[in-house]
């Protein structure tokens, strides 16, 4: 009987083994490396919902990132009239409804081990996306009124400081759990 080719998307290649293709090496292996570099751009752009990056108007104006589960390209920064936010256009496309269909139909299609999916981070709740906004808001007015270099500085140590506490609150952790698990 002929069988007929079909492209596999991810692999950018042709193969006739249908639906068991999925469960091939090649794909898997795409398929995770994918995953991961998709979660470092996703968790970088999330370490900016404490406190946006305002950058000028002409940075990285439509600059795109690509979306694996949804198969399309979008914004990767928020574009306002005065001024840019980083990643406010990646951050907004994550927490839209169409994403998170489109996220578990990816992990379900490519038989995704659950160890790999991490769905609260490549999915972000909607009231989360409100906070970020309520923050751009007042950064935007800030910078604005002029005071742009003071905002970048004290960004840039709000960030500094939450890395530093993140990296405690962990090491914390593991100790406890350490002590928990003797
Ligand atoms: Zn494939
Ligand atoms: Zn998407």
């Known amino acids: 009987m002929f069988t007929q080719f079909q492209f596999c998307q991810l692999c950018r290649l042709n193969h006739k083994k249908k639906r068991k293709h999925i469960y091939s ?15 470092r751009k996703v968790t970088e752009a999330r370490s900016n919902l404490k406190s946006p990056q305002i950058h000028n108007a ?3 104006r439509g600059a795109k990132f690509w979306c694996h589960f949804c198969v399309e390209e979008e914004l990767k920064h ?4 005065t001024c840019t936010v980083k990643y406010g256009g990646l951050i907004e496309h994550i927490a839209s409804y169409e994403h998170k269909r489109k996220m578990y139909n990816f992990f379900y299609e490519n038989k995704v081990d659950e160890t790999k999916r991490h769905p609260d981070l490549f999915h972000m709740p909607e009231e989360e996306l409100k906070k970020f906004k309520e923050k751009v808001a007042i950064q935007a007015k800030e910078y604005d009124s002029g005071n742009r270099e003071e905002l970048e500085k004290s960004a840039e140590k709000i960030r500094q400081t939450d890395a530093l506490r993140n990296q405690v609150v962990q090491s914390h952790h593991f100790s406890t759990l350490k002590v928990c698990g003797a």
């Open 78 to 81: 928020m574009e306002l009239d």
């Open 58 to 60: 002409q940075f990285e």
């Open 25 to 39: 090496i090649r794909h898997q292996n795409v398929v995770n490396n994918i995953l991961e570099k998709y979660l």
